[in-house]
T-cell receptor, first 114, second 114 residues
Framework: IAGITQAPTSQILAAGRRMTLRCTQD?????MYWYRQDLGLGLRLIHY???????GKGEVPDGYSVSRANTDDFPLTLASAVPSQTSVYFC?????????????FGQGTRLTVV | GQQLNQSPQSMFIQEGEDVSMNCTSS?????WLWYKQEPGEGPVLLIA?????ELTSNGRLTAQFGITRKDSFLNISASIPSDVGIYFC??????????????FGTGTRLTIIP
């Protein structure tokens, strides 16, 4: 089934541990994004990638890193998790170009840092 | 960063009632989008607006792109139980080709009372 897949769906993580959230899409979309969703704050952009091999910082990048080795995968890494990174994380992808504006979202990863 | 003010934050309505929510921004956007998120899912696009003044319908949903390009509203007529969820507005500025990022509002949580 075509779409965007995130793993894991949920995780409880000890503070200080390293964690990589996985995101894979099979729609051959150029652009991919990572958002975090927190109550009352909506969706905030962490990092993005306009095409394979390039990445950029979003609104709240600190404590997170990404890589884009190929078109399909866009992993998000927390090098040393802190409790404030407890959130629901959404990966999204979209085809680039004016008018191709629909972003498709994964089902989310619920991360709890304790 | 850019701010999108979305209101109301939450709504409790009876089935059959009409719903209205809006988003305002201090910045101009070239595109306005409305998404719906159901529990445990990622946001799904409802309506996309591309021109100032544009009024677009999708079934019982109607959305408008404000003339100033700094606001948008979404109306839902004759609400039904499956309308329950969180509605997000999103604005997009076409900075340059290949660099169109979305800024999301804080969301409106819709609850329908039987």
């Amino acid at each position: 089934i075509a779409g965007i897949t995130q793993a894991p769906t949920s995780q409880i993580l000890a503070a200080g541990r390293r964690m990589t959230l996985r995101c894979t899409q099979d729609m051959r979309h150029n652009a991919m994004y990572w958002y975090r969703q927190d109550l009352g704050l909506g969706l905030r952009l962490i990092h993005y990638s306009n095409t394979a091999g390039t990445t950029g910082k979003g609104e709240v990048p600190d404590g997170y890193s990404v890589s884009r080795a190929n078109t399909d995968d866009f992993p998000l890494t927390l090098a040393s998790a802190v409790p404030s990174q407890t959130s629901v994380y959404f990966c999204a992808s979209r085809a680039q170009g004016l008018g191709n504006t629909e972003a498709f979202f994964g089902q989310g990863t619920r991360l709890t840092v304790v | 960063g850019q701010q999108l003010n979305q209101s109301p934050q939450s709504m409790f309505i009876q089935e059959g009632e009409d719903v209205s929510m809006n988003c305002t921004s201090s910045s101009i956007f070239n595109t306005w989008l409305w998404y719906k998120q159901e529990p445990g899912e990622g946001p799904v696009l409802l309506i996309a607006l591309y021109k100032a003044g544009e009024l677009t319908s999708n079934g019982r949903l109607t959305a408008q792109f404000g003339i100033t390009r700094k606001d948008s509203f979404l109306n839902i007529s004759a609400s039904i139980p499956s309308d329950v969820g969180i509605y997000f507005c999103a604005g997009q500025r076409h900075l340059n080709f290949g660099n169109e990022k979305l800024t999301f509002g804080t969301g409106t949580r819709l609850t329908i009372i039987p």
